[in-house]
């Protein structure tokens, strides 16, 4: 069987999403999303409104959700993409700091996840750090029978 790489990252903004403050991050929005999904690698994202976003229990939270071909294909466009990387390093302008925001694990290459599957790893993440069933950048863990290796993500936090 065949894996890939889901991501959910979640961030909380500090004012309602539609607040004028938001608005450098909300008129990037689609314009960083349409560079993802160019990226070599890119699969999958969640589009629109999920049906499980309320999962989480806060309105005020932007959800991002995804799926990779590989470690090194998402490394490679969150953290040496420039359009990303310039919106990521003013997150502090817009979002609250969240304790666990983020996590990855691997799915069967035909699977699309949903927020449920996103908030129970960062939940995992949260309960028992970086395991096979979810992890961070920092500490990945190879594919069911394959192989990551911890030099793809070198540099990364």
Not at 45 to 51: S, W
Not at 55 to 62: C, K, S
Not at 84 to 96: A, K, L, S
């Amino acid at each position: 069987m065949t894996y890939q790489l889901a991501q959910i990252n979640v961030a909380r903004f500090l004012l309602p999403a539609a607040h004028e403050a938001n608005r450098d991050f909300t008129d990037n929005l689609a314009r960083v999303n349409a560079l993802a999904e160019q990226q070599p690698g890119f699969v999958w994202r969640l589009v629109g409104e999920a049906p499980d976003a309320d999962v989480f229990g806060d309105p005020n939270l932007a959800i991002n959700l995804s799926v990779w071909a590989d470690m090194a294909s998402l490394a490679e466009f969150v953290y040496r993409n420039p359009a990303h990387r310039d919106i990521m390093r003013r997150r502090r302008e817009w979002f609250d700091k969240l304790q666990f925001s983020m996590a990855l694990w691997w799915v069967p290459a035909d699977h699309r996840p949903t927020v449920t599957e996103g908030k129970a790893a960062i939940d995992r993440i949260a309960q028992s750090g970086s395991t096979a069933e979810a992890f961070l950048f920092n500490r990945p863990f190879p594919s069911p029978g394959g192989v990551t290796s911890a030099a793809i993500v070198a540099g990364c936090p």
